[in-house]
Each structure stands twice: as C-alpha cells, then as structure tokens.
DNA sequence: GCCGTTTTCGGCCCGACTGTTTTCAGTCG
C-alpha cells in the first residue's frame, strides 16, 4: 500500500473517533501516528514488514496493528468499523465554520442530524439555539456556513482535479487509437477552483470504444453518455470528469471550446465572423470549406491573433489585445529562482532548515528565504529572540559553507496584530535583524471590513514590512476570506511600497487573480511563495504561477525570478524606507 | 492511544476569541 493512502486512512481513523465522541486524545495518537507516517522515509509495505515503525514516535501497538493489517489487506477493520456506523454527511457538516468533532457529535445524538440538509432544517426549525453551547447566534453562524459550502458544492481544489486529471490522461492514452489527450476547461484555465475535469481526446477510427471504456474505468460511478462523442463519470472523492472524443481535423476548436471560458469563446467566434471565418466546436471554415488548423496556436494565427494562453481567457477582452500584439508574456514555474515564504522545524515546519535548504537547492532555485512564525502566533511554535538568534546563526553557518550554491535569506513570518502593530514591533531592533518581513493576518477574524482593512494598512505603514502574506486569509472551499476592502490595500501598499504576496498554497490562492491587473498597474511586486511547511510544499509554488499568470503577471512582477543580487539590492532599499 | 518518566499514571502545541455562560467549553490557527 502507498503510504500516503495508508496515512490518510489512519487520520480518519482519528476524525471517525471524534465525530463518535471517543476520547479526543484517543483519537489524536492517529493523528500523530499519521503524520509521524508521512514523515518518515521509506516504503510503507517495507516499513511495517522490517517492524520499522516500532522505532516511530507516534506509533505504538494500536496503531502499528492498523499499520500491519493495511499493509497485508489494504484495509482496517477498525476503520470500517468506524466508518459503517458514521454517516458520511457527518463529514460535511466538519467543514462548516465554527462546528468540530464535539458539536457535530452533540448535534448528531441529540438533533439526529446526520446532514448539511438536517442541519440546515434543524438551524430553519430553531430546535438548535436550545442546545447546550449553542444559541441564536450560532445557529444564524451555521445557516451561514451551509449557504457558503452549499455555493462551493461540486468544486474541487486543483490538487484533487490533477491528480484525476492525470489518472485519466494515462488511461485514456492506454486505449487503442486515442493518439493525443488534453486537460481542458477550468482546469487548463487554473482557476483556483474548478467544477470538474475536462478532457479532449483525439481518436483516429471509432470513438465509440474509448467512450465505453471511459464509462468503465475503475471507480467510475454514474457515467453517461453525452451526445455521440462524449461522456461525464464520477471520479475519486465524486468529481466529475467530462470527455469529448474528435477526429484529428476538429481538435483544435475543440480544445478551444472546451477550454472555455464561455466569453472567451464568444469573442474569438466574433472575431472569426469579421475576418469571413466561421468557427464552431467542430472546427473552422471558409464558406463550406474547412480551413486546416492542427492545434490552437494556428487557428488564433489565422483569424491575425497572437496565441492566448488558457489562463487569459476570461473576459473576453484579451481577444482583442491579442489582435493588436498586446498581450504580456506571462511568468513561467522555470523562472523561479526561490521563494520566500516557508516554515522550518524552529515553527510548525516538519522539515529541518537544512532539509529544507537542500530541497530548494535539489529544485534548481538560487536562494531561498526562511520565515517562520513569530512570537505571537503561539499554536505555531513561534520563535523567541532566543531561537531567532539561534536560526540565524545556522542560516550565517549555512550561507559560509553553501551560499555560492543557495543563498538563504532571514525572513520572518510576523503576526499582524489586532491594532495592525507588527509582532515584536515594541521590541528594539528584533525587525531590523532580518533581510524581510512578511506580514500576515492570523487572529481577530471577526473584524469589520472598516477595521480589517485599516489594520493592515496601518501594519503597511511598519516600514519593516516587505511583503503582506495571504491578504484575505481565505480557505479554498472552506471559508471565506475575511472581509477587507482591496481596493483600499492595494493603493495603500503601492504607497507604502509593499508587496503583496501570492499565497502558493491550493487551500489559499491569495491575493486572487481577479486583482493582479489592477494592482499591477499601481507598480505592486509580488513573490510567488508556497507557504511550505514540508519539502514537498515548496512545489506548491507552481499553483501560484498559475494565479500570476491568470493574473497578467510577468517575470519582472514577480521578485522571485530575479537574480539573487537583484533581490539582496531590494531588500536592502526596504531596509532604508 | 502514546509518551515519559520523580517507572505505571497524568498529560497531551497553546493562547485568544466567541458565544455561551455567570466562569467556561469549543473552536481555531
């Protein structure tokens, strides 16, 4: 079994004694356990059979029994167990704001509330403010928190849509006489969230054997027919996956539209019909003649359009821009030379500075900057003076014996305070010590937009502050960001000459895309970072070339492309603001 | 359930916030 699945099932394992009331500390050891999994190295069948995880901390006898019996049946009975007597609405009803395992539990023996739709008709009834715990304000919390899940049901995470994405690639390539496959859609449009996996593939003969076996393919649930050449099935955790099967001449309108977007689409048929072109999903033509397009650069060529990259194609407008040559070059992941937002073990890192330093190396990247959690954000281990001096002094050992191969940079992760005060600001000379700041939001959510947004312009005021992290704070599917007027923020940093970053992790995204353009007109620079918390998580940074790309950015937007000497002179001007 | 001992039970990341309470449980990052 592969230890990531293993894992997962060992954490829910822990979610499943939660949600049944168990002992919280009970449950927690699976959760240790899982993570404790992730970390170590090796495979997970040769880690249980060589009784390698006796030696794990987190494990023990409970534990590694669920381990060995995974390994030899890819199963636990203790997590069917679990399982068959826990509805998976439960699982739904975790994600809402404010409701963990103890309330949901307390709602499902008490209400029999085993659903959003329970939940919601229990919260419409107010047979909820009566509990012990909760009240009108909570029960008015829940009705919202249903509305926000219920508007992001059926999207998924780009995370999730690749990993399907990729799956379905590899099968469908597998079939006889598919001779090319593409991701399309919201997906190849690296939209921070998608509703399903769109895929297009070139069949040279028949496409109705690839549509079977499509409807086939393992897990597949649900499947049906779309027209003659397609098909939608449920995928994995129910995503759902549509596929359009055309022959060689069509699969360059094809891919366009089922690339999308809708506006898009329509503006490039517009063009099409000015220049005497018709285009439809089927291909292009001149009267009743097709015109011969292989693949997408050539159709945007003969209707005078220089190529569109997925990502622009969302107004509409770009159709335009394009027709006159002015479209930006966009940021690509091969122009990344480090990042400047990640946690260490001295925080809520898994990862070794070390470790991560030569993760970074292995990736190619130049530099890399560190900025763990400060003082202030307690749960995360943030750092003391103490353990800052203490880092430094590894990152200056570091930088003596390596910096000719990677650089390290001292940055910090600083809490923004409730007053928009920076964490340690009272404190002399703590900010100074480091090359750059990152600011960023993790307490007092509840502000109003008003109070929200003058606490960060007043932390941008902090002539410390080099870059504001996640600006909304938002969690991809799980909840909205805090409210704050980004209008307001966006001037206010390009005053205050601050950057704002692009929060890489998938959960995040953040600052969205829809306000690059506008930010980028008032000179606002922006760092690509992964927020990593794990080695792993410094591949992260390639969502968030997706958002920059979305968002019109090119390389010299973006500060972690420039070349290590570029950044050092930047960060020094920072300095002396 | 696991860990770590002042070696066999008590504590488990920790402090702030929120909405309940009327002194605190639950949630969150």
């Not at 307390?106 to 659903?115: A, D, I, K, R, W």
């Not at 009743?288 to 990259?309: C, F, M, N, Q």
């Not at 009272?426 to 600011?439: A, M, T």
């Not at 390389?555 to 492309?561: E, G, L, R, S």
Request: charged share 25%; hydrophobic share 40%.
């Amino acid at each position: 079994m592969d230890k990531h699945a293993a894992a997962l099932i060992i954490e829910e394992i822990g979610t499943l004694m939660e949600l049944q009331g168990e002992n919280p500390f009970r449950a927690r050891a699976f959760y240790n356990a899982a993570r404790a999994l992730e970390q170590v190295e090796g495979e997970f069948d040769a880690l249980v059979a060589e009784g390698k995880l006796e030696q794990v901390r987190g494990f023990g006898p409970a534990t590694i029994a669920v381990a060995r019996e995974l390994a030899e049946t890819g199963a636990s009975s203790v997590h069917h167990e679990l399982r068959s007597r826990t509805p998976d609405g439960l699982f739904d009803l975790l994600r809402i704001p404010g409701l963990g395992a103890k309330r949901v539990h307390l709602l499902h023996t008490q209400l029999g509330v085993e659903s959003l739709d329970d939940l919601e008709r229990a919260a419409e009834e107010d047979r909820i403010a009566s509990l012990p715990g909760f009240g009108q304000r909570t029960q008015a919390k829940l009705l919202e928190g249903i509305a926000y899940l219920r508007s992001q049901m059926g999207r998924s995470r780009q995370p999730e849509a690749w990993a399907i994405a990729a799956a379905l690639t590899e099968f469908l390539c597998a079939r006889a006489g598919v001779v090319r496959v593409e991701i399309a859609g919201e997906l190849r449009r690296r939209l921070e969230t998608v509703r399903g996996v769109d895929v297009v593939a070139v069949v040279s003969e028949q496409a109705a054997p690839v549509i079977t076996a499509f409807l086939e393919i393992p897990g597949a649930r649900g499947g049906e027919r779309v027209g003659a050449s397609g098909a939608r099935v449920r995928l994995g955790d129910g995503i759902e996956a549509r596929l359009t099967c055309v022959p060689p001449d069509a699969f360059a309108a094809a891919l366009l539209y089922a690339t999308g977007s809708d506006a898009h689409v329509a503006a490039v048929v517009a063009r099409a019909e000015a220049q005497g072109y018709r285009l439809n999903e089927f291909g292009l033509w001149r009267g009743e003649e097709r015109v011969p397009v292989s693949d997408e650069a050539t159709l945007y060529r003969v209707l005078g359009l220089d190529y569109i990259e997925p990502e622009l194609r969302e107004a509409g407008f770009e159709v335009a821009l394009a027709a006159e040559g002015g479209l930006p070059t966009l940021v690509a992941l091969t122009d990344l030379r480090g990042c400047f937002h990640c946690h260490t073990s001295y925080s809520d890192g898994r990862a070794s500075l070390t470790e991560m330093a030569m993760a970074a190396k292995a990736r190619g990247w130049r530099y890399l900057g560190i900025a763990d959690h400060s003082r202030a954000a307690a749960y995360a281990g943030g750092l003391s003076v103490e353990q800052i001096e203490r880092q430094h002094a590894e990152i200056d050992a570091w930088n003596a014996e390596h910096g000719h191969e990677l650089w390290l940079f001292k940055g910090m992760e600083t809490d923004i305070l409730p007053d928009g005060r920076l964490d340690y600001a009272d404190e002399e000379d703590v900010l100074g010590r480091f090359d750059y700041v990152v600011g960023s939001v993790h307490s007092s959510f509840s502000l109003s937009e008003a109070e929200m947004t003058q606490r960060i312009i007043r932390a941008m005021e902090d002539p410390h502050l080099t870059l504001l992290g996640h600006p909304t704070g938002r969690l991809l599917l799980g909840r909205e960001g805090y409210p704050i007027d980004m209008d307001a923020v966006i001037d206010a940093a390009a005053d205050a000459g601050v950057g704002i970053e692009i929060n890489a992790n998938p959960n995040r995204l953040d600052m969205d895309w829809r306000h690059w353009r506008r930010a980028k007109e008032r000179g606002i620079l922006t760092a690509i970072n992964p927020d990593a918390h794990s080695t792993q998580g410094l591949g992260d940074v390639e969502y968030g070339i997706g958002v920059a790309r979305k968002g019109w950015l090119t390389a010299a937007d973006v500060i972690n492309t420039w070349p290590l000497d570029e950044v050092r002179r930047h960060f020094a001007e920072g300095r002396r603001r």
